[in-house]
């Protein structure tokens, strides 16, 4: 058994310490103050860390690129389908608002890269119209 002292918050513990994988040789420790109950210690531990993001293909000339990080909710077009400029093609929600995203040309949709449910980041191609 070892003697110890230990500072946590600013608050100081004596404590006695005793080594399970050492040898059996119980040494007398007088101790100063006697323990009447058992001190829970809090230790800060830090979170670990997030994995960094995937990254995100660079959007073609054709692309139509997210305007902000978040989720969509929804997909208004599939492959094939012929969309006028303006007209919404994906919905992406972000901090509980949904901001729609709309062509930017007349045109054929060539592929739809997300579903409902994907997160993605600002940038990342949502569809390719061409």
Do not use: F, H
């Amino acid at each position: 058994m070892k003697k110890l002292r230990v500072t946590v918050e600013g608050k100081t513990y004596e404590v006695l310490v005793e080594a399970l994988d050492a040898p059996a040789a119980p040494a007398p420790v007088s101790v100063a103050a006697p323990v009447t109950a058992p001190v829970a210690v809090s230790v800060p531990v830090s979170a670990p860390k997030a994995a960094a993001p995937a990254p995100v293909a660079a959007a073609g000339a054709n692309d139509i690129g997210s305007p902000l990080a978040g989720k969509v909710v929804a997909v208004k077009v599939t492959v094939g389908q012929t969309v006028k400029a303006g007209e919404e093609i994906v919905t992406v929600e972000a901090m509980k608002m949904n901001t729609p995203v709309n062509a930017a040309k007349d045109g054929k949709i060539e592929a739809v890269y997300v579903k409902v449910g994907d997160a993605v980041v600002e940038g990342q191609p949502l569809v390719k119209v061409a």
